[in-house]
């Protein structure tokens, strides 16, 4: 049986990744960071199938300790605050976790487990400023953002790490996925469960910032499959994952309001206050190689991830309508677990 590590097992990504993970017979092992109360609700349903350790990216002792006590063969450094806006909040912590905090992870891999896999969570936040449509590996980075600049230093030092001590690291550069267990703030999820709470009577407005921004969204459980098959090849590399498809905020708002049988325009109103301080207006994947090399390709369309999203969103409502107050957290669960 394999051991995989994940960090950031609690979020959108590390879910699904350990569920498909199990699904191929691996133990799973997730690390998480100290709370005063659990926020377990995206692993809830496989909850009895994985081990968590608790352990901080900030922490060097504690990752050295959990990767003697796990003694991974996988070890995938999903980890880190993910919402581009708080990078700029909180400047300082964003370079400390999601910086820092992989050459932390990658030196401790080193030192007590040189010989397993290792696997960085990489955006295509990076390209920025796009230099050349559409973005593939060799396209330099213009980083945009706190969080963003963060991203290129944790790709550069993964890219390091294999060259300088032969370590078998790959950088994954994903662009936007999503899917029902997407954080209410990214721009999708807001959109659909904004829409859903619309149709059902319950809010009669959508705020949204920059409605031209264009990124090339793809559906979460087809991402972390492409994670899986970089740490099973001959040799470690980088691969950009995507689609290839660029779509508006504005097609995708139409799409999810026509889904729903909505005029758009009567609910949508744009909120200066979120239109952000440096936008990346377009990206789109030019994901050959990963075609070519991993043999992957995405399954789930663009409409079918938003019929995806709004009917899982429409169900959570629905759902927390007919449920009472005290048990609307274990709905949530439920929604969020089986999706
Ligand atoms: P997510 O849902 O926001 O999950 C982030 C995970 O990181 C959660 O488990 C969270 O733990 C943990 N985390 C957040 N801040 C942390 C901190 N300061 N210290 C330790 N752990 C922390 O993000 P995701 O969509 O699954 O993305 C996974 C990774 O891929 C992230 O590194 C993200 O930047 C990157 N990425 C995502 C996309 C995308 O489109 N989804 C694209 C490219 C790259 P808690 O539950 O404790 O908050
Ligand atoms: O914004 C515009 C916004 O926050 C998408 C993260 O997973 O993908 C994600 O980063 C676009 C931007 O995602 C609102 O200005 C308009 O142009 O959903 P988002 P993101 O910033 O692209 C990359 C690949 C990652 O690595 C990140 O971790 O939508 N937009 N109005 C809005 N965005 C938000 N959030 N809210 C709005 O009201």
Redesign the pocket.
């Known amino acids: 049986m394999r051991t995989a590590l994940i960090t950031g097992i609690t979020g959108q990504d590390g879910s699904h990744l350990a569920e498909f993970l199990l699904d191929r017979g691996y133990r799973v092992v997730g690390m998480t960071r100290r709370r005063s109360g659990g926020a377990l609700d995206r692993i809830a349903a496989i909850r009895e199938q994985i081990e968590l350790v608790e352990g901080d990216l900030l922490d060097q002792t504690a990752l050295t300790r959990t990767l003697e006590r796990v003694q991974p063969e996988e070890i995938y450094n999903l980890a880190g605050l993910?919402?581009?806006?708080a990078s700029w909040q909180q400047p300082v912590a964003t370079g400390e976790f999601t910086a820092l905090g992989v050459t932390r992870l990658l030196d401790a891999m080193r030192l007590v487990c040189p010989t397993a896999r290792f696997y960085q969570a990489s955006?295509?936040?990076m390209f920025g400023k796009v230099r050349e449509s559409p973005q593939r590996e060799t396209t330099p980075f213009y980083p945009r953002s706190p969080?963003a600049a963060a991203?290129a230093y944790a790709h550069y030092i993964t890219v390091n790490y294999r060259e300088s001590y032969g370590l078998y690291a790959c950088s994954g550069i994903?662009?936007?996925h999503e899917g029902p267990r997407r954080g209410l703030?990214?721009?999708?999820r807001?959109i659909t469960h904004t829409a859903a709470r619309i149709k059902l009577g319950l809010e009669d407005e959508l705020?949204?910032?920059?409605?031209q921004?264009k990124?090339d969204w793809g559906y979460a459980g087809d991402y972390v499959r492409a994670m899986w098959l970089m740490l099973q090849q001959p040799q470690a590399d980088d691969f950009v994952i995507g689609t290839g498809e660029a779509h508006s905020?504005a097609e995708f708002v139409e799409a999810v309001f026509a889904y729903l049988d909505l005029d758009w325009r009567r609910y949508v109103i744009i909120?200066p206050q979120?239109?952000?301080p440096a936008?990346?207006d377009l990206?789109v994947a030019d994901a050959s190689k990963a075609r070519r090399i991993l043999g992957w390709e995405p399954e789930v369309s663009f409409l079918e991830l938003i019929h995806l999203m709004v009917d899982a969103d429409l169900a959570l409502v629905r759902n927390q309508l007919r449920t009472p107050r005290a048990e609307h957290r274990s709905a949530r669960r439920r929604a969020v677990g089986v999706a």
């Open positions: 993910s919402f581009v806006p955006s295509s936040e969080y991203k994903l662009f936007n703030d990214f721009v999708t807001k705020r949204l910032g920059n409605l921004a990124r905020v909120d979120l239109v952000r936008e990346v990206l």
